[in-house]
């Protein structure tokens, strides 16, 4: 074929080439700069859709770990106050077991009873957390759950579901805050066996005007046994946050494990291959170079057929 001062086949030829090599540069040096294979739904359709789903489920399951680890502070919160309670009700119990002693100054003894009733209070007013208090709620509440948030798992079909852990406040209340009759397992009202006045609980329980007579020594059992049925009371709701606790701390543990799956999965998809494509980009920009000198060698031919004419 001849040459041609109109069409020059090899420089067009050469642009292409070297064109296609740019297309393949930007590509290469957008995966290098993003670290992304398929950074949008461009890059491939069914990919990216998979992705940003599966991101969003990683999302909602970082909340659910959120609430989770709400969830397990409160119930620490709870446990931690229901041991201290149980702490203090023996001791009041061993005040009470020394008083049975007859001819002991009982008024002083219940002056110590009055201390750590007042500290007794104050432990079960203080667990607290977020604004919850498991350890003093309203019986008259008709819901007299707590639901912590769990899980979070989506079907074949799409359609999501969201798990949680239930508990029970009638297991963990130790004071009733509510304005009518007490139902809290240390505000229970009971009667003596032979005082004539009235009811008393755990928090208000007074041996200070009771003698050496076998009434009044009735009824001060009667108090020891209330304080005792007490504390395996609060024995049972504290085996109860410890179960509720451990649960929580099960399903926290598996919500991150399965972020990191998600996490895992999401980046074989979409991630880029560094090491890949820099060696790509290595070997595209010496393709560049090769173009580049090959589109001149291109152009210089119409020069030569200058020299034709001279």
């Given at each position: 074929m001849g040459s041609s001062i109109n069409t020059n086949i090899a420089a067009m030829t050469a642009l292409?080439?070297?064109n296609q090599t740019n297309k393949e540069m930007l590509v290469t040096q957008n995966r290098v700069s993003t670290g992304y294979r398929v950074?949008?739904?461009?890059?491939?359709?069914a990919y990216w859709s998979i992705a940003t789903t599966m991101r969003g489920d990683r999302s909602a399951l970082s909340t659910v770990a959120d609430a989770l680890g709400l969830g397990?502070?409160?119930?620490?919160?709870?446990?931690?106050?229901i041991e201290s309670a149980i702490e203090i009700a023996g001791k009041i119990k061993d005040k009470l077991v020394a008083a049975r002693t007859p001819g002991?100054?009982?008024?002083?003894?219940?002056?110590?009873?009055?201390?750590l009733q007042d500290s007794l209070k104050s432990v079960i007013d203080g667990a607290s957390f977020n604004g919850?208090?498991?350890?003093?709620?309203?019986?008259?509440?008709?819901?007299?759950?707590?639901?912590?948030?769990?899980?979070?798992?989506?079907?074949?079909?799409?359609?999501?579901?969201?798990?949680?852990?239930?508990?029970?406040?009638?297991?963990?209340?130790?004071?009733?805050?509510t304005t009518g009759t007490a139902a809290g397992l240390l505000d229970t009202a009971t009667a003596l066996p032979n005082a004539t006045a009235t009811d008393y609980t755990v928090l208000d329980l007074d041996i200070g005007s009771l003698t050496d007579s076998d009434d009044d020594l009735e009824d001060l059992e009667a108090m020891l046994s209330t304080v005792d049925a007490a504390i395996l009371s609060m024995t049972d709701a504290a085996t109860s946050l410890g179960a509720i606790k451990t649960r929580i701390d099960i399903q926290k543990d598996f919500a991150?494990?399965?972020?990191?799956?998600?996490?895992t999965g999401v980046g074989q998809l979409v991630d880029a291959d560094m090491n890949a494509e820099s060696t790509r980009l290595q070997a595209l920009q010496v393709r560049q170079q090769l173009g580049?000198?090959?589109?001149?060698?291109?152009?210089?031919?119409?020069?030569m057929i200058l020299r034709l004419f001279q």
């Open positions: 292409q080439s070297l950074a949008d739904a461009s890059d491939n359709a397990s502070a409160t119930a620490e919160i709870a446990a931690k106050g002991v100054d009982r008024s002083k003894i219940q002056s110590e009873i009055k201390e919850q208090n498991w350890l003093k709620s309203d019986s008259d509440d008709p819901t007299s759950t707590r639901t912590i948030v769990s899980s979070f798992s989506r079907a074949a079909d799409g359609t999501i579901s969201i798990g949680t852990i239930t508990v029970d406040l009638d297991k963990t209340r130790l004071v009733d805050s991150q494990s399965l972020m990191d799956a998600i996490d580049i000198q090959a589109l001149g060698i291109a152009n210089q031919s119409a020069q």
